[in-house]
């Protein structure tokens, strides 16, 4: 069976034109590929890639990670964002080390049982780590999709149809799935982006849909992410940063001086729910257990 046409296109593209990305080394291995794309969730590489360096350097292995303490990996994460990454990260490498004897597991259903995995970063373990044929569906990956062979200027809500249709994407061969899969991605982060998208270096633009009706608008169903700036986030991003910087301090000590004490106070409560802070007779610390 021929390649398909946007894949024929992609893959001796990709080849030229990719970025020279840690995770894409040879040899890089799972542990490091499964970090990266926690990492990489809602992240850009730029801050990921000397995050993810010092990350592996620390702990090699699942199971360096699992014998450190939890508040050691919410520190290192120090200003990613989203945290609560970092707290299911160190259970996910406890979870590799106890389940897996210390392996990061190649099947799908088993990535999807560690903590803090779902179907985007199972499959990408499984497709960018052991090479196994599976779709790869990621934000760039749907917004190339619905220009390309659904005429949309941005892509419908995600749904199954996603991974149907970056299945009929991909060759039969393993090795090439797995380059159309990170050659789509790779297409829409830095040519098919959202809002200038560069029509006129697209590999595949006679192919587009899109384009040949013209770049016709169509609604935009994307989910806009609230403002970080006196955001709840932007409260519990300084309340972990306070006790990583302090140590554990007692509650009216953390961010005295925060402009709205109320949120201060929600920011606390909502970040020892989420477990990234615990407290005891009323001092506040990063989880240690």
């Known amino acids: 069976m021929p390649a398909h046409p946007l894949a024929a296109r992609l893959i001796p593209w990709y080849a030229r034109e990719k970025r020279d990305l840690p995770w894409r080394a040879p040899g890089f291995g799972a542990w490091g590929v499964l970090v990266s794309e926690f990492m990489l969730q809602q992240t850009p590489v730029a801050r990921v890639i000397p995050r993810l360096e010092a990350w592996l350097e620390r702990w090699p292995t699942p199971a360096a ?16 964002g989203y945290p609560r990454r970092a707290l299911w990260l160190h259970r996910a490498a406890a979870e590799i080390r106890d389940r897996h004897n210390g392996v990061v597991p190649r099947d799908v259903d088993a990535l999807l049982a560690l903590t803090g995995i779902g179907d985007y970063t199972a499959r990408a373990v499984a497709a960018f780590a ?4 599976h779709p790869v569906v990621d934000t760039n990956t749907r917004r190339v999709i619905a220009r390309a ?3 949309r ?5 995600p749904s199954r149809r996603d991974l149907d249709d970056m299945a009929a994407l991909l060759p039969v061969a393993e090795a090439e799935a797995a380059v159309v899969n990170a050659a789509t991605m790779e297409l829409g982060a830095v040519i098919c982006t959202a809002r200038s998208p560069r029509c006129d270096e697209c590999p595949v633009r006679d192919l587009c849909a899109w384009l040949n009706a013209g770049r016709p608008e169509t609604p935009d169903l994307r989910r806009r992410q609230a403002k970080y700036e006196g955001s709840d986030r932007q409260a519990r991003g300084a309340v972990l940063r306070a006790l990583r910087d302090g140590g554990a301090l007692p509650q009216e000590a953390v961010l005295p001086d925060w ?6 106070d929600r920011a606390i409560l909502s970040l020892l729910d989420d477990g990234l802070v615990e407290t ?9 257990s």
């Not at 052991?130 to 044929?133: L, N």
């Not at 402009?259 to 201060?264: G, M, N, T, V, Y």
């Open 149 to 151: 062979v659904h005429g």
């Open 259 to 264: 402009p709205d004490a109320l949120q201060r």
């Open 130 to 133: 052991y090479g196994d044929r």
């Open 280 to 288: 005891e007779d009323g001092v506040l610390h990063l989880p240690r």
């Open 153 to 157: 200027a941005q892509p419908a809500a």
């Open 65 to 80: 990670l699992a014998a450190d303490a939890p508040a050691e990996a919410v520190k290192q994460w120090a200003n990613l």
